[in-house]
């Protein structure tokens, strides 16, 4: 019986390691660890080979530099799965500005959690940016849940009540085409 024990939790390891990696039609170009509520979520952030699409992007806009990151964990199968966050922020000058911090998870794309304008609050604990957009960022702050099921009419779902979330990110931002 003992020997069991042992050759289980391998085999069982084993899986669990190979069920976090990506299928072979996306490849890694960053990292996420992401606690939310006291739950860690380990999250990649992809780059679909199949369709030439990274989940991270820089574009030029009213003079600053714009990026948007979505990292995800894996799901079984081996492709992208939720929870999903999304971060997006401009930069100027080397300081960045978060714009919006949204996790989807089973409550789907209409009812995220989010730190931005209209919920929550938070921000960049620290951040370093290169001259070859490699990111290194931590942050934190509380998140409220909000209902978009009417997008002209946002606004926080009932019985929203703040959610601790603090992470880390680092990732290699394609230039922009």
Do not use: C
């Not at 391998?10 to 509520?37: C, H, K, Y």
């Not at 100027?92 to 989010?114: H, T, W």
């Not at 951040?127 to 409220?144: H, R």
């Amino acid at each position: 019986m003992r020997a069991f024990i042992p050759a289980t939790l391998a085999f069982l390891l084993a899986n669990l390691a190979q069920a976090q990696d990506l299928a072979p039609r996306w490849e890694s170009i960053g990292e996420m660890t992401v606690t939310l509520d006291g739950t860690e979520y380990e999250m990649v952030i992809p780059y679909d080979t199949q369709k030439d699409r990274a989940h991270a992007s820089e574009r030029v806009m009213i003079g600053n530099r714009t990026f948007n990151v979505l990292g995800s964990v894996v799901a079984p199968e081996g492709k992208p799965g939720k929870p999903q966050l999304q971060l997006t922020f401009f930069v100027n000058k080397g300081v960045p500005n978060l714009l919006s911090m949204e996790i989807y998870d089973d409550q789907g794309f209409r009812k995220p959690l989010m730190i931005g304008p209209d919920a929550g609050k938070g921000g960049f604990t620290s951040f370093e940016i290169t001259a070859e957009n490699e990111i290194t960022a931590s942050f934190a702050g509380e998140m409220l849940r909000m209902d978009n099921s009417d997008p002209a009419n946002p606004h926080l779902a009932e019985g929203a009540a703040p959610r601790a979330i603090e992470g880390r990110i680092r990732v290699s931002v394609p230039p922009p085409k």
